[in-house]
């Protein structure tokens, strides 16, 4: 771009200087722009006054050879500029398409939507590598502008998943709104990876059944998450605050009192990862009360059922006489 700039004024430059020697010779403004016009431009119409004296010619021999140079540095920066982007489009294109090729022990998200868009940020975080796949351009271009790999297609096809290397993922998760094309999305990489672990998003509760019978390892209802989760805040707003109250006046108070809060966590691919709380606490249920499972995003799951099961990221948050096994 910037030598786009010089060759404009560099011929802008050719044009006013020409146009003012001329002038300095005694034609009129009118005739000095029109013969530094036709010179330039090498049109050869006749001229509009006799070049008679060596003044004269000198101007115009400098006019032409000025004209001709700017002209062809200006071109030249132009057609440097369209070709050098084309390349770097084409460089972008081939660094993608080399990084999906070589991508494994992926996570595969079905749509980048609010809740898609909320899963890559976790991923991140968790330094978790994955892959998007969604049939709208511009939200995979989105996702290439926060520095995600996506690619377009469509997630119910199996070419799309082929081109997502689903037969080296490790997790497949689609978030899509609509809950029949997350059937129908559960139902194809099923049939593809018989051993892939599926994560589907319902908005209907009365979906969650065809999901399960599409192949589906787990289910997600977002509406019923967050609406439990807001209910827990006002039916535990005392918890809450404890379990995020992580304070020395506190642990002192309770080590007093001969416990203490245990922050467990659990490591993704660990010897607790997808074991439910009953699994981990087997042997140790009465020396710790569990309060809550801290979940990746900060959120809590507060008094979680026995058979909650765990995610590698999570923390589990327990009073208890001691640390456990």
């Known amino acids: ?77 132009l057609v440097r500029f369209i070709t050098e982007g084309e390349i ?71 070419d799309s998943l082929n081109e997502a290397h689903i037969e080296r993922a490790v997790v497949l998760a689609t978030v899509l709104p609509n809950d029949m094309v997350n059937v129908f999305i559960t139902l194809t990489a099923r049939n593809m990876r018989p051993d892939l672990r599926i994560i589907a998003r319902a908005e209907d509760p009365a979906t969650e059944k065809k999901l399960k019978q599409a192949g589906a390892n787990e289910i997600i209802l977002p509406a019923f998450v967050g609406g439990m989760q807001i209910a827990n805040s006002i039916t535990h707003p005392s918890l809450d605050s404890i379990l995020k109250d992580t304070g020395r006046h506190l642990k002192n108070d309770l080590k007093d009192l001969g416990v203490e809060i245990i922050e467990h966590p659990i490591v993704a691919n660990g010897v607790d990862d997808r074991k439910t709380l009953q699994q981990l606490l087997r042997g140790i249920e009465a020396q710790c009360l569990v309060l809550a499972v801290k979940k990746s995003d900060d959120s809590l ?12 990221g999570d923390i589990v948050m327990m009073l208890a006489h001691g640390p456990i096994a």
């Open 88 to 158: 770097g489009k084409a460089m972008e294109e081939h660094r993608k398409s080399r990084d999906i090729d070589t991508i494994s022990g992926h996570a595969i998200i079905c749509g980048y939507g609010r809740i898609g868009q909320t899963l890559a940020r976790a991923l991140v975080a968790k330094q978790f590598p994955f892959l998007i796949v969604d049939n709208n351009a511009e939200r995979v271009a989105l996702a290439h502008s926060h520095g995600f790999q996506a690619l377009v297609g469509d997630a119910g096809d199996e």
């Open 301 to 312: 799951v507060q008094h979680p059922p026995t058979t909650y099961r765990l995610e590698g």
């Open 1 to 77: 771009m910037h030598g786009l700039y010089i060759g404009l004024l560099m011929f802008l430059g050719v044009i006013a200087m020409g146009t003012t020697a001329y002038r300095l010779e005694g034609w009129h403004l009118s005739d000095a722009f029109y013969m530094v016009i036709i010179t330039v431009f090498s049109v050869g119409y006749e001229e509009v006054e006799p070049v008679s004296t060596a003044m004269l010619r000198t101007i115009t021999i400098i006019i032409i050879i000025a004209g001709d140079a700017s002209k062809v540095y200006f071109v030249g920066s």
